[in-house]
């Protein structure tokens, strides 16, 4: 039963495939089915091939008029031929059927091919505009009621009616019945169409939001450890003269910063080959929280950077995704403050946990010396930039700006619980 109704299916979907190319095919396929099964009869028993029917009631024959062949045939065109247009204009269809049938039966013939105006109240209904529909019915009604009147002789008027009137209420529920399904089926198709769209979106969002993620992590890698390096490598080449055992000391620094940070950026990379069903790197390592700010503060002050860490609250408490964040953005603020005020300089780092506020400042004391270069208010790069899309996860917000003679850089989370999860 399945393969049927699949094969049923597919040609049915060939079939309005190939109307919709030549629409004129089906609508002559109709006036043709028409005109052999209800005009072609008549024709027959008025040149006498096909002998009248003696089944029935004599009365029904006698009460109608005798047409001549050429007259029967005009009707029977003027009934059919308006059937051509009967999707492309169902109402002047319908209009033109209609007064055709009230001129035959003012004449008091009866035809086979009056089986066009339900066939057109039929195409009405299902190609046509609603509100059209109440003066068709009218006036096929009207039709009608020449027909019951004409007949009456034979058969109760009401008889007659309720008969006509039913199978019009027939021809246009049908109608109704399959333009409605229509309009279903196009309504679902539409919203299938519009998930497909949806979906594509959000893939497109979620690799965009992915790519920035990673963008931010390669910056706050490679950012600080380069930072550390340089600051390390200018102290050492300063200090080598001097005292070698400095320099020593400074090249030891810069090689496990660079292995530090070549470990990192392996497990960035890792997790992108796992992405891609390709991990066969080496063994990653979790992602940093707020237990590894103690290394990160131990190797800034390596490269001449005092910094002073203190932390308020349970933020042992906190989620990984929350000690991620922090951890970068302390991270970049802790490199600004290396870059711009160099070594010698001073930074006081605080981390306070309320309630459901976690706030981060960072205060430097700018560079030991004149010529060190001044921060303004307008130079904000990538790293600033990279904190505040870190703090706008979370519901928060970064500000920088200067506090005599160094910079502050605030941080505020929100740590309120969304939909349930922290």
């Known amino acids: 039963?399945?393969?049927?109704?699949?094969?049923?299916?597919?040609?049915?979907?060939?079939?309005?495939?190939?109307?919709?190319a030549r629409p004129w095919v089906l609508d002559t396929a109709v006036v043709v089915l028409v005109v052999l099964l209800f005009c072609l009869p008549d024709v027959l028993h008025a040149v006498g091939v096909i002998g009248a029917d003696d089944d029935g009631p004599r009365r029904f024959r006698v009460a109608f008029t005798r047409l001549p062949l050429a007259g029967m045939l005009t009707l029977q065109a003027g009934l059919v031929l308006p059937l051509l247009w009967r999707r492309r204009a169902p109402a002047v269809a319908l209009g033109a059927v209609t007064l055709v049938?009230?001129?035959q039966w003012a004449l008091g013939a009866a035809l086979r091919a009056d089986v066009a105006l339900f066939v057109a109240l039929y195409s009405?209904?299902?190609h046509g505009?609603?509100?059209?529909?109440?003066?068709?019915?009218?006036a096929a009604a009207g039709a009608l009621s020449l027909v019951a009147v004409r007949v009456s002789a034979a058969v109760s008027v009401w008889d007659a009616l309720f008969f006509l009137l039913s199978t019009a209420t027939a021809a246009l529920a049908l109608g109704l019945a399959i333009r409605i399904r229509r309009a279903q089926l196009a309504g679902l198709r539409d919203r299938a169409a519009r998930l497909e769209v949806e979906r594509d979106q959000r893939g497109r969002l979620a690799v965009a939001a992915e790519r920035a993620r990673v963008a931010r992590e390669m910056h706050d890698i490679v950012g600080h450890n380069l930072s550390v390096i340089i600051t390390l490598a200018d102290a050492g080449a300063y200090a080598s003269a001097a005292a070698p055992e400095r320099g020593a000391e400074a090249l030891h620094l810069i090689g496990d910063t660079g292995r530090q940070a070549l470990g990192e950026l392996r497990r960035v990379l890792g997790v992108l080959r796992e992405a891609d069903g390709a991990a066969t790197g080496p063994e990653l390592s979790p992602q940093p929280?707020?237990?590894?700010?103690?290394?990160?503060?131990?190797?800034v002050?390596?490269?001449g950077l005092e910094v002073v860490y203190r932390t308020v609250g349970d933020i042992e408490a906190l989620d990984s995704g929350v000690q991620l964040t922090v951890y970068r953005i302390v991270q970049e603020a802790l490199t600004n403050t290396l870059k711009h005020a160099g070594a010698g300089a001073r930074a006081n780092l605080a981390i306070v946990v309320e309630d459901t506020r976690l706030t981060i400042t960072v205060q430097d004391s700018g560079p030991p010396a004149p010529a060190g270069r001044p921060r303004t208010t307008n130079e904000e790069g990538h790293g600033l930039v990279g904190m505040r899309?870190?703090?706008?996860?979370?519901?928060?917000?970064?500000?920088?700006?200067?506090?005599?003679?160094?910079w502050t850089v605030h941080a505020d989370l929100d740590l309120t619980p969304r939909d349930g999860v922290r």
């Not at 929280?289 to 190797?299: H, S, V």
């Open 389 to 406: 899309e870190r703090a706008a996860l979370f519901g928060g917000h970064v500000s920088a700006s200067p506090a005599g003679t160094g």
């Open 101 to 103: 049938f009230v001129l």
């Open 129 to 138: 505009r609603l509100r059209q529909l109440p003066w068709a019915c009218a």
């Open 124 to 126: 009405l209904a299902l």
């Open 289 to 299: 929280g707020l237990t590894d700010i103690d290394a990160l503060c131990e190797g």
């Open 301 to 303: 002050r390596a490269a």
């Open 1 to 20: 039963m399945g393969p049927l109704v699949a094969r049923l299916g597919r040609v049915g979907q060939r079939l309005r495939h190939a109307d919709r």
